[in-house]
């Protein structure tokens, strides 16, 4: 084990692939003698050289499309979004092309589409995204947010490893914010497995991303209420664990959904409807979702405090349901 | 493969073979859309039916310039010649355009935008330029590995005005990829002109902006696109970079067959109908003695029956199985 910030852990499980297997690249804006926009490629251009650390011209579409050609020819590409809100410049080849290509050509397209997402830390409404939604609609796309650095690195391996086209989304704020113990090494998670990161008895917690750490943080605050919340980290959106998930259901029969992308539409909609589908008759209350408001990420941080969700508003969404 | 001729002329020219295969690619391209318009009057076509009638001589002549061997095709809808030259079977050809049962794309999708890798066939999508970064990293994987294959695809006057065939061929240039972009200026994009898609004075200029070698030539002239794409195949297989071809012909149909083309003033029809890349090519390979008329006229017919056969063939295989529609979403393992 080695203690490890979450951008450690993804720079840690890349590096590995890297050296494990010589037809994996990465390409991507400033990512070779810059090291990256948040320096998670920081010194691998120098053990890897220019032709596996591909510096590319700000073309996400070129990106993301080049990294699909390559898979087609027996290459595992992971091409970095220097913001995951710039995927919208490359959204036709990952939703059209990638994401098509099995069901179409029964072909392996083996890239990782990762990058940056999420607000809270004051950048602004094109830099603070969660789109992850999106791709998880789309038919043919993986769809990873992992909240933890060993889970970081372990689906990160997993990702690298996978022949579909998968969509990594990491949490920009958890970047440097939190560390914890990983394991050295090879080290993979797989895909489409949740994990019940806070076992509890009165109510269940269901979140991915930065939103785990909201639920951890509320989780603490309702102990002190004698609300004992069971958090589960769904890690993936697609595969989605939903066995995991209604598990804890039947367990608990009250449920709150939180993700911190905005609320229409949003996954957690979907995974309230699973539940509503398949765990109705375990429900002693409706199901809530806790998201941000349906607006753009604002820029001041008085106001982009007030639209994404935080702890506070799992509280008092979980007294709802427990008062219901 | 083309059926080889048995005679020989000691007066041919010494490239009378290839000229023999290129007419050969081009009457089967042309019969084969004779073939599909036949299926889509009979009222049995299923989906889009593409002609390419006016643009043979740039889909046989630009992948006759390809070693097929090693290199790929991402050809676009109306590069039915290319497949034929790779070596695609007439009957798999037919099977995947009419999606029966046995495609390659297991009904899944149909007309060419199937892949057959072994071929070293890469279809296009309906998003037309979204497969040109696509081609450019296929050779970009290529070079890390050494090899030394080329990427030949293509766009239309129309599809050149997507955003992200710019991206590619800027790509393509700083990179110096082995891809050859062909822009098929057929003069309407759907019903729209060219003068309503873009105001430079000729598509390839638009080379020189990104730093690659562009040439605009007569796309009816099949052996001035092979010898045009030989050289721009030489270019990128040396190290020097993708080249960026404007072929201007003249599509004579519709968009599509439902499509009766009446916003083409039918001057321009009749100007272009002269310079029909498969007559005028008979007309010089006769002249030149590398066949005969009766050659020419049997093999258009054979070559006729021949598509009509593994049309029929085609609807005699069933639809695919329903199940087909839940598999491979993803690759399992």
């Known amino acids: ?324 | 493969m083309p059926k080889k001729s048995t005679s020989t002329r000691a007066s041919a020219p010494k490239n009378a073979e290839l000229a023999r295969q290129m007419l050969t690619y081009m009457i089967m391209a042309r019969e084969f859309d004779a073939a599909m318009l036949r299926l889509y009057r009979q009222g049995k076509a299923f989906g889009g039916v593409y002609s390419q009638l006016g643009n043979e001589a740039v889909s046989v002549g630009s992948a006759m310039a390809l070693d097929n061997k090693i290199d790929v095709l991402f050809p676009m809808h109306r590069n039915i010649g290319g497949h034929f030259v790779f070596g695609q079977d007439i009957d798999q050809l037919m099977v995947n355009h009419l999606a029966r049962e046995g495609s390659q794309m297991r009904g899944t999708d149909g007309t060419g935008h199937y892949a057959d890798p072994q071929r070293r066939i890469y279809g296009n999508v309906s998003h037309l330029g979204a497969m040109i970064p696509v081609a450019a990293g296929f050779v970009m994987a290529g070079l890390m590995r050494g090899e030394k294959t080329v990427a030949m695809t293509y766009i239309g006057d129309g599809g050149a005005q997507v955003g992200e065939v710019h991206e590619a061929l800027n790509f393509a240039a700083v990179r110096k990829l082995p891809l050859i972009v062909i822009i098929e200026n057929n003069q309407y994009a759907y019903s729209t002109p060219n003068h309503l898609e873009f105001a430079c004075e000729r598509l390839s200029d638009r080379a020189q902006g990104y730093g690659m070698f562009g040439t605009t030539i007569d796309g009816t002239d099949v052996e001035l696109v092979y010898q045009t794409c030989r050289e721009a195949v030489q270019r990128a297989r040396n190290g020097e970079g993708p080249s960026l071809i404007e072929t201007v012909t003249m599509r004579m149909r519709g968009h599509a067959e439902h499509d009766d083309f009446a916003y083409v003033p039918k001057d321009i029809l009749e100007r272009w109908s002269t310079k029909d890349p498969v007559e005028t090519y008979i007309s010089r390979v006769i002249q030149q003695g590398i066949m005969t008329e009766s050659e020419v006229t049997s093999l258009r017919e054979s070559t006729l029956s021949t598509m009509i056969a593994a049309i029929d063939r085609a609807l005699e295989r069933p639809w695919p199985a329903a199940e087909e529609g839940f598999r491979n979403v993803f690759i399992e393992s």
């Open chain 1, 1 to 324: 084990m080695a203690t490890m910030t979450y951008l450690e852990a993804i720079a840690d499980a890349l590096r590995l692939e890297m050296r494990r297997d010589p037809t994996v690249f990465q390409i991507g804006e400033d990512i070779g003698t810059y090291g990256g926009a948040f320096k998670l490629t920081k010194g691998m251009i120098d053990e890897f050289g220019p032709t596996r650390i591909i510096d590319a011209p700000i073309s996400e579409a070129a990106i993301i499309g080049s990294a699909i050609g390559a898979a087609l020819n027996g290459m595992r590409p992971v091409a970095e979004m220097q913001f995951m809100d710039f995927v919208t410049n490359g959204f036709n080849q990952l939703v059209t092309v990638a994401g098509t290509t099995a069901y179409r050509w029964s072909m392996p397209v083996p890239i990782v589409v990762r990058g940056p997402s999420g607000g809270g830390v004051g950048a602004n409404p094109f830099h603070s995204r969660n789109s992850e939604a999106w791709f998880a609609h789309a038919t043919g796309l993986k769809v990873v947010c992992p909240a933890f650095p060993a889970d970081a690195k372990g689906l990160m391996t997993a990702s690298i490893r996978d022949n579909n086209p998968v969509v990594f989304f990491e949490h920009k704020g958890l970047y440097r914010k939190i560390k914890e113990d990983v394991p050295e090494g090879e080290y993979v998670v797989p895909l489409g497995v949740a994990r019940v990161v806070r076992p509890g008895t009165s109510v269940s917690v269901i979140a991915y991303g930065s939103a785990v750490h909201m639920a951890l943080e509320a989780s603490e605050a309702l102990l002190r209420e004698g609300i004992d919340v069971e958090v589960v980290d769904i890690r993936t959106l697609v595969p989605f664990d939903e066995e995991t998930v209604l598990e804890s259901v039947r367990r608990t029969h009250r449920v709150v959904v939180a993700h911190e992308a905005v609320l229409t539409a949003g996954f957690g909609g979907e995974i309230a409807a699973r539940i509503a589908d398949k765990a109705f008759r375990w429900l002693d209350a409706p199901v809530r979702r806790v998201a941000a408001f349906d607006a753009p990420t604002p820029f001041a941080p008085t106001l982009e405090k007030a639209v994404l969700p935080n702890a506070e508003t799992i509280v008092s969404a979980v007294r709802d349901v427990m008062a219901f």
